[in-house]
């Protein structure tokens, strides 16, 4: 029985447009493997959402074996877990096999106990196992493919002291891929500043693709927001022109953001409408938690609230950030350039910007940061100096 047929929910995640991006994994995945496949974009995209969904629509259970791992989810801080978390358990056997026959899985592969003991003691190398299942899965007609979203989380794991996992893992996808045509590989990553270290770092300037999921457009937004029945199941009220092109000004096409105050707005509905005041109250606290993402971590240092003036004011006059355009505040002795890279990672990696790897930009991590950022700069400059 299907539980979700079941289930009716008062709102539903929504899935706009993306003909552009769903096109392009279709003639990629109809070629025969040849290259890695990096997704990227900013936080709250929907680039998880569009690989469920192209899973889902496009790539059938016949025709495909799918490997996805959402290392979101996971906690992987060294080899045992690296081996515990891709080569899990599997008792669906009887307990009378469990003994002689019992089997563990990689999502879909299956390994004898023999091998997952070779894996354990390090006698056998997971890299070579996980190639001759791939080939059992090719060699019946079906075409693997390995998904994994935010790779970054294997970053600092070592296989045996020298080995880092990530460049063994690359090195594996790019054999799969280039080298014996065996495998799709796609990776996803909201850290775009991460897969340009590993792009450098594993010399896969040959060997890879890349498709950036930018937020909705604004005509994606409204056809979202006119139909909400339609699009997220939600029944219990309709919006204003005015709340639209609001809740546009505030979260701009960011998916999960509109999603989440969607469902914010379902508790105050009131007759099927959303009541002006109570609207207002929750966008401004929406605004006063941007705000209070940079206040917390500037604090008091100088230097990043130095920077994030600087971001401000490149952001004023246009989207894109280069490294240059934030010259200045190595001129004037601010920042040293290797600090200040430093730091824009770190940035990244908390989610305050965005970084395109192809471009080598940087962005605001969409439109509410845009705000908090300019609320959090004005609000300094208000405060008056101590004594």
């Known amino acids: 029985m299907n539980i979700e047929k079941l289930m009716e929910w008062t709102k539903e995640p929504a899935f706009m447009n993306r003909k552009q991006e769903i096109f392009f994994l279709e003639q990629w995945i109809s070629e025969k493997p040849d290259s890695l496949l990096f997704i990227f974009g900013p936080k709250s995209s929907g680039k998880t959402t569009l690989l469920s969904h192209f899973i889902e629509q496009n790539l059938p259970g016949s025709r495909y074996e799918i490997k996805h791992f959402n290392l979101r989810k996971i906690f992987i801080v060294n080899y045992q877990h690296f081996i515990q978390t891709f080569f899990g358990v599997d008792y669906s056997k009887s307990k009378a096999d469990i003994k002689e026959r019992r089997q563990y899985n990689l999502k879909v592969f299956n390994l004898t106990v023999d091998t997952l003991k070779g894996l354990e003691d390090k006698s056998l190398d997971p890299f070579a196992v996980m190639e001759k299942e791939l080939q059992k899965t ?15 989380a294997l970053e600092g794991i070592y296989l045996n002291g020298q080995r880092e996992l990530l460049k063994e893992l690359f090195n594996f996808f790019v054999a799969m891929t280039k080298e014996s045509h065996l495998c799709h590989v796609i990776i996803a990553s909201s850290d775009g500043y991460f897969i340009e270290r590993i792009y450098n770092d594993s010399k896969l300037k040959k060997t890879s693709k890349f498709l950036e999921v930018d937020y909705l457009s604004k005509e994606d937004v409204q056809f979202w927001l006119n139909d909400l029945a339609g699009n997220s199941k939600i029944k219990k009220f309709t919006l204003t022109n005015s709340q639209k092109e609001q809740m546009w000004k505030i979260f701009g096409g960011s998916c999960w953001e509109i999603s989440s105050f969607l469902g914010d707005l379902l508790r105050v509905a009131s007759d099927g409408f959303i009541p002006d005041d109570e609207f207002e109250e929750l966008l401004e606290q929406k605004k006063i938690t941007m705000r ?6 500037a604090g008091l240092n100088k230097q990043k609230t130095g920077l994030f003036r600087a971001i401000n004011q490149v952001n004023s006059a246009q989207p894109h950030i280069k490294l240059r355009d934030l010259a200045g505040i190595v001129e004037n002795g601010l920042f040293a350039e290797p600090e200040l890279r430093k730091e824009l990672s770190e ?8 970084y395109n790897p192809v471009t080598a930009e940087y962005t605001i991590q969409g439109r509410s940061m845009e705000h908090g950022l300019r609320m959090f700069i004005e609000m300094i400059d208000d405060t008056p100096a101590a004594n």
Do not use: C, K, T, W
């Open 138 to 152: 090719a060699n019946h007609g079906i075409r693997p493919v390995i998904i994994i979203d935010e790779l970054q």
């Open 347 to 354: 940035l990244v990696r908390q989610n305050f910007l965005a």
């Open 292 to 297: 209070s993402m940079f206040e917390d971590y």
